[in-house]
């Protein structure tokens, strides 16, 4: 059912406006949704606000039974969300798919992690003092999300914010519409209570407005870019409106000179070149050691050049699409900005006629080049030479961003000097993954405010309460 959930029900916009779903590698409409704004809005943070009472009164065994229902369906339908969100995104079947089985492993992880809850208990200084913490919901929770991972990145919000017993009224891209309304159905099917979760799909300033504006809204949970993450945090401050952000990203990867070349540069542009290069934590700056970066460029560039790029029919793997066409038109300057300072394009860099893809593009560069200090989110790969150790940590935080770094080194001294040196919220040494359900997902400086998953996922959706009583004859 492709429409708005809203207290339990299935409904067009209240306007009755409809939103265009393009398929972005062929430019096509795909099917037309409830387009809202505001007032779709408000009678959602109504429905969740009377939910709100009950539902954080449950028991987290009972509130676990709606997140296992809703994972389970996710699991059954997986095949059909999957094209969708193909069709809305360009992604291969095999990251359309996985993303799908990722949120649902979100919504099984919540479930058991709202059983532990703790607070504690704390010794007193007086001997007629008892004095205990415990945590509870907040209340009602705005999600907000962006297209490169419609499935994921509202899962781990919302299935957390549930878990602790707040309600949620969630707004995912306009853009991938019909995996926002799928989430929207899995939660249905569950049966999980009219009013705790509700999906919307509508005018992005309108409504972000709307939250800011909603003293009954005490968190917003943002996933999307810096710019837009600075104008929530302004406009949070009119109603002390609770924030998580998770924003933009400028990854360095390190790669030291003891490693096998030939396997980490396949491996390197299969990593930058994950749902075309539109991730967050993708790998961007790619800083190799002055000793490989020859081979390491001649490796890469017979893997760029074995990538197919076209249209994902789910019969074959190809490097999708990017988004939309003003995604297009970004990594495109990208390119051009790199030619013009001087970089050089290796491989890679043709724009497509129809549809909104970018060959991969190799590009060898240096740290002066101000084009990497840009996030990309693109399939356009910069590498760069560095000497030594110190030099290569001082360029690795020359940015205003601090979500994910990786490192790639058989040396433990060195792994550690790199990893306790470089001021990111994530950092992978030897893997290309360095996250998941159980763990915490932070980033530092201009990336982020506050953690999603893991234990840290579900405190952000918790008050804690000092409960202290006294005069206490025992």
Request: glycine residues 8%; aromatic residues 10%; proline residues 4%.
């Amino acid at each position: 059912m492709h429409k708005q959930l809203i207290n339990g029900h299935w409904v067009d916009a209240v306007s009755k406006g409809v939103w265009e779903v393009i398929n972005p590698a062929l430019e096509e409409v795909v099917k037309e949704v409830p387009y809202g704004d505001d007032k779709d809005f408000k009678l959602a943070l109504k429905a969740a606000d009377l939910a709100f009472d009950q539902w954080s009164r449950e028991t987290p065994y009972f509130r676990a039974d709606f997140l296992k229902k809703t994972a389970e369906y996710i699991r059954i339908n997986v095949k059909q969300f999957g094209t969708d969100t193909i069709l809305e995104t360009g992604k291969p079947r095999n990251e359309a798919e996985g993303e799908w089985l990722v949120a649902a492993n979100l919504f099984e992880w919540f479930a058991e992690e709202g059983k532990r809850n703790y607070g504690r208990v704390i010794p007193s200084t007086r001997k007629d003092k008892r004095s205990q913490v415990i945590y509870q919901a907040m209340g009602v929770v705005g999600v907000i999300t962006a297209w490169n991972f419609p499935a994921y990145n509202p899962a781990r919000a919302v299935a957390a914010a549930l878990a602790a017993g707040c309600t949620v009224v969630l707004k995912g891209s306009e853009f991938t519409p019909l995996t926002s309304f799928n989430l929207a159905s899995a939660m249905k099917a569950s049966g999980i209570p009219d009013g705790v979760v509700n999906v919307i799909n509508g005018d992005a300033v309108r409504i972000g407005e709307a939250m800011l504006d909603s003293p009954e809204l005490k968190k917003i949970s943002f996933t999307g870019s810096t710019r837009v993450g600075k104008i929530l945090m302004d406009g949070a401050s009119k109603t002390h409106t609770k924030l998580s952000l998770e924003l933009g990203g400028n990854a360095p990867v390190i790669i030291d000179k003891d490693i096998n070349v030939a396997e980490m540069a396949k491996m390197a542009v299969i990593a930058k070149l994950r749902n075309c290069g539109q991730v967050c934590v993708a790998p961007q700056r790619y800083y190799v050691h002055k000793e490989i970066i020859d081979n390491f460029l001649e490796e890469a560039t017979k893997t760029m050049k074995e990538i197919k790029t076209g249209i994902n029919t789910g019969d074959e793997l190809c490097l999708g699409p990017l988004i939309n066409k003003k995604q297009q038109v970004h990594v495109k300057g990208i390119i051009e900005a790199a030619q013009n300072q001087g970089a050089k394009i290796i491989s890679g860099g043709t724009v497509s006629e129809k549809g909104f893809f970018i060959e991969p593009t190799l590009i060898k560069a240096t740290q002066a080049q101000d084009f990497i200090k840009e996030e990309i989110f693109g399939p356009v790969l910069p590498v760069i030479s560095f000497s030594s150790k110190e030099e290569v940590v001082q360029w690795a935080n020359e940015t205003s961003y601090g979500l994910a770094a990786y490192i790639f080194t058989n040396n433990l001294n060195r792994a550690y000097f790199f990893a306790e040196n470089i001021r990111f919220g994530i950092v992978g040494i030897n893997e290309w993954a360095p996250h998941g359900t159980e763990l915490p997902f932070s980033g530092w400086n201009q990336s982020g405010l506050g953690h999603e998953s893991g234990a840290e996922g579900l405190k952000e959706y918790l008050e804690l309460k000092l409960i202290s009583i006294g005069g206490i004859d025992a």
